[in-house]
């Protein structure tokens, strides 16, 4: 059996080792490379996501003052005039459904019992 293979030579097995470990830290130093190449682009801002920000902002500025422009008209035109009339409609309206649900007991009564109410 030819084991010339084995025999030591110009390549030992601590050679084949050493080597096989060269690769593996080579391979770890390149990847370690490309990961701070790309955490150096993660970092970087574009400028369409500055432009959302800015955008973000000015919506709400405008928000801002939208509610306050609200709030001016309410404390300029809604008058004590306005209020007035709006009370009298909702107890007009309250009355006309206390008189409509004493019309509807009225009717459920003489319905069940016969006799009409009061």
Sequence with gaps: MDTSFLSPGPITWAYVVAFALFLVGLGKLVDWITGKLRAGTKDAVSPLTIDMAAAKIEIRQRDEKLNA??????????????????????????????QEMKETRGMMLKAITGRPLG
């Design 69 to 98: 422009f609200k709030i001016e008209v309410a404390r300029t035109y809604v008058t004590g005039d306005v209020i007035s009339r709006l009370e009298h409609r909702i107890d007009d309206m309250v009355t006309s459904v206390r």
